[in-house]
């Protein structure tokens, strides 16, 4: 199973919204795909459609109560694409996990030899700690969203710092399948600059799908469905299904098999 995680220590960046429609675009193109909601506020659950009391196990009974992967899991309404669903208590868990010896690797063993799914996408809170750490030490490869403004390369390169640390420490081969324009605003010129900025900055680990800001991405999550479902034409819809064919050209050509 391929791992990537969607984080940026930056709230409203626009990680839940790719994490949910980019796993919905993959599960259409036929891939077993797992989306796991690591963030306490359960956005991506929400969005799925999970409500919150059907919520049985979730990513704080896999991390911190380590109960097996397959009893967290559960069904969304799209074909292909199961999610591990996040509480409120997984909130705790940064505090819980603080004093135990593996704290950063609870996720990585957690997925280890899980076959049943060919990709797995990691919806990450906005912040640095232990959840985002135990992203980050499970995924092969980190995807970036990043919001078209202006202080959004200083927050990139403390993520970057992040991400070394890592490689360091605890996931040498944890690399960075690329960089996701968010929320980009073409009669925006600040938005167009940053853009242009981010381009000459990272080069082409900026994918060239560019994420529109569209009403209806909004709008969907409300509905319990992922855009590409909810209005599968809109512009927003089109962007993701371009991104996620960007995604699967990046992928590692051996795993693609796997
Ligand atoms: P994060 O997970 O990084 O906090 P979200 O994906 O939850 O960010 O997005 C933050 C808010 O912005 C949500 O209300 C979401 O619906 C909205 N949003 C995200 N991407 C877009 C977009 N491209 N166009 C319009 N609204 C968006
Ligand atoms: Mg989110």
Same mark, same amino acid.
């Given at each position: 199973?391929?791992r ?16 949910i ?12 795909t797992l ?27 896999l ?5 097996p992967?397959?009893?967290?899991i559960?069904?969304t309404s799209i ?12 909130s705790?868990a ?12 609870r996720?990585?063993?957690a997925?280890?030899g899980?076959?049943d799914?060919q ?10 700690g ?8 499970a ?12 202080f ?14 890592v490689?360091?420490? &605890?996931n040498?081969?944890?690399g ?10 073409r009669?925006n010129?600040?938005?167009d ?9 990272l080069?082409?680990?900026? &994918?060239?799908?560019?994420?529109p ?8 999550p ?6 590409l ?10 962007a ?6 960007e ?5 590692p050509e051996e795993?693609?098999?796997?």
């Amino acid at each position: 199973m391929i791992r990537i995680a969607i984080a940026n220590q930056k709230g409203g960046v626009g990680k839940t919204t790719t994490a949910i429609n980019i796993a919905t675009a993959m599960a259409a193109a036929g891939w077993k795909t797992l989306l796991i909601d690591l963030d306490p506020q359960g956005n991506a659950s929400t969005g799925m459609g999970i409500d919150a009391e059907d919520r049985e196990n979730s990513s704080y009974d896999l991390l911190v109560d380590q109960y097996p992967l397959a009893d967290c899991i559960s069904p969304t309404s799209i074909p292909g694409l199961d999610i591990v669903p996040a509480t409120q208590d997984l909130s705790g868990a940064e505090v819980e996990l603080v004093s135990v010896d593996d704290r950063t690797d609870r996720l990585r063993s957690a997925l280890a030899g899980h076959t049943d799914h060919q990709i797995c996408f990691i919806d990450c809170p906005p912040s640095l700690g232990l959840l985002t750490l135990n992203a980050l030490g499970a995924a092969d490869t980190l995807l970036v969203p990043l919001q078209c403004e202006f202080f959004a390369l200083e927050g990139l390169s403390q993520l970057l710092q992040t991400v070394e640390r890592v490689q360091q420490r &605890f996931n040498p081969d944890l690399g960075i399948i690329g960089v996701a324009l968010t929320m980009f605003d073409r009669r925006n010129r600040l938005t167009d600059q940053v853009a242009d900025d981010v381009r000459d900055c990272l080069g082409d680990l900026v &994918f060239q799908a560019v994420i529109p800001r569209n009403v209806r991405l909004s709008e969907a999550p409300s509905h319990g469905l992922p855009a590409l479902v909810y209005d599968h034409s809109c512009a927003g819809s089109r962007a993701y299904m371009a991104l996620a064919r960007e995604l699967i050209g990046r992928l590692p050509e051996e795993r693609k098999a796997a």
